[in-house]
């Protein structure tokens, strides 16, 4: 059984960076959609970054330019996140997604202070 855990997370300045990682446990990544969610208080969950079985990448048009995910090994995904915004504070989740069958991560909080 796949699981995954973000890690990363924390307060930082506007301006400033942050780089999340996914790491899983139990299977690799190696077949498996990934993406970076968010949701801040209030506000539905919502889909930031991708990144295919293939590498292709796609984006929120809000992080575009900003955020680049990345696949550093068959057990790890990341989030470079540059000149962050107080508007990304949110808690961030990891997703692997296999023909359908979903899991998630339990959520890493970032903070961006103005």
């Known amino acids: 059984q796949l699981q995954l855990v973000e890690s990363g997370g924390g307060l930082v300045q506007a301006g400033g960076s942050l780089r999340l990682s996914c790491a899983a446990s139990?299977?690799?990544?190696?077949?498996?959609?990934i993406g970076w969610y968010r949701q801040a208080p209030g506000k539905q969950r919502e889909l930031v970054a991708g990144?295919?079985?293939?590498?292709?990448t796609n984006y929120a048009d809000s992080v575009k330019g900003r955020f680049t995910i990345s696949r550093d090994n068959a057990k790890t995904v990341y989030l470079q996140m540059n000149s962050l915004k107080p508007e990304d504070t949110a808690v961030y989740y990891c997703n692997a997604e296999h023909y359908g069958v979903n899991y998630w991560g339990s959520g890493v909080l970032v903070t961006v202070s103005s």
């Open positions: 990144i295919t079985i293939s590498g292709t």
């Open positions: 139990g299977s690799t990544l190696d077949n498996y959609a």
